[in-house]
């Protein structure tokens, strides 16, 4: 008998003698980070940074494939008994040596997760992870002459750029509403010092709000820059119009923070946007049935959870997983199985 043919049937012995559980249930128990297992993440370390913000240390497991400088990654963390899932830019290089990568989070009113995380992460909690994403990066070809125009945590990608490329000729712009606030200031002042940046500090409470208009007067060359806006729609939206009206909106590049605030409860409104079609829903009944009885075509598969031939965009909102109860709340990307999720609240789903 090979050896292939051996370890499928011991195996088989270990599903008949650990069923319900699956052998790999207990491996992750031993094992959570080993190759193979769902993606998870170990939380080693939590810095803060401001009175509000803190870095979390990650170490993933064998199944990260590494990231690009900008951009973000999703995380399920389990908050009082119910995992919440948030997207969050990864502020360490890329070419960190011991393999650990992080996150820097921001606590924001309300904000389940980011409080969390900023005030009661522990080291060695376990959190899934999924694959970085997003297309906010630098190019290949590193630009002449860069301009980082940020608010708020939106300096968390444009910092992960920082650190991972020197570059000849980069500017920032930040506003925060008082030099105590601005995330990761020693640092950004360590590199203006050694004249790796220029930097411009904006304080909102003693400035005002960055009139965009200024940039004229703080970065007479911006138009010349390749930019990276990042942080409240405000300053986005001046930034997008501004550049338009120079004929410059090629050099801009911005990225959305979104509030993960949803509203969550048991059942709620159901709005399928592509058909602009408005349904209650319960609780408890897939979210299939539910555009199905609507008449709005909705693909399925086995109905069951295991094929994932329903899977749809969540645009707004939060769902219920009926197997684990767990909540997903709306993120750029975030995808769900209809036939096992059911309104946790009012949502959006895109069909």
Not at 333 to 345: F, N
């Amino acid at each position: 008998m090979t050896s292939t043919a051996l370890r499928s049937r011991a195996w088989k012995l270990l599903e008949m003698v650990t069923t319900p559980l699956l052998p790999s249930d207990y491996l992750d128990l031993v094992g959570p980070l080993r190759a193979g297992a769902d993606l998870r993440g170990r939380i080693e370390a939590v810095h803060p940074e401001t009175g509000d913000a803190a870095t979390i240390v990650i170490r993933p497991g064998r199944g990260w494939r590494g990231h690009t400088a900008g951009q973000y990654v999703r995380i399920g963390v389990d908050v009082d008994g119910v995992r919440l899932w948030r997207a969050y830019s990864i502020t360490s290089p890329t070419s960190r040596q011991d393999g650990r990568v992080t996150i820097t989070v921001k606590a924001i009113p309300d904000g389940k997760v980011s409080n969390h995380l900023v005030r009661r992460a522990k080291p060695g909690t376990l959190i899934q992870l999924d694959q970085p994403t997003g297309d906010f990066v630098l190019p290949q070809a590193k630009p002449a002459k860069v301009l980082f125009l940020t608010a708020g945590s939106g300096i968390t990608p444009v910092m992960g750029m920082l650190r991972d490329t020197e570059f000849d000729d980069v500017v920032m712009v930040h506003s925060a509403p008082q030099p105590q606030d601005v995330i990761f200031r020693n640092e950004l002042h360590g590199l203006v010092a050694d004249k790796n940046l220029r930097l411009t500090e904006v304080h909102t409470d003693t400035d005002g709000v960055l009139d965009i208009a200024r940039l004229d007067e703080l970065v007479p060359d911006w138009t010349e820059r390749e930019t990276w806006a990042c942080g409240p729609a405000g300053l986005l939206d001046a930034a997008e119009e501004r550049w338009t009206e120079h004929g410059a909106q090629e050099r801009l590049h911005t990225e959305r923070f979104r509030p993960g605030i949803a509203v969550v409860g048991d059942g709620g409104e159901v709005t399928f946007s592509t058909t602009g079609k408005t349904v209650d829903a319960d609780g408890a009944t897939p979210l299939l049935d539910i555009g199905e009885e609507a008449g709005v075509l909705m693909p399925s598969g086995c109905r069951m959870g295991i094929c994932f031939g329903c899977v749809t965009p969540l645009k707004a909102g939060a769902v219920r997983d009926l197997r684990t109860g767990e909540i997903t709340e709306a993120e750029p990307g975030v995808l769900i199985q209809t036939c096992v999720s059911a309104a946790a609240g009012p949502c959006d789903i895109e069909r």
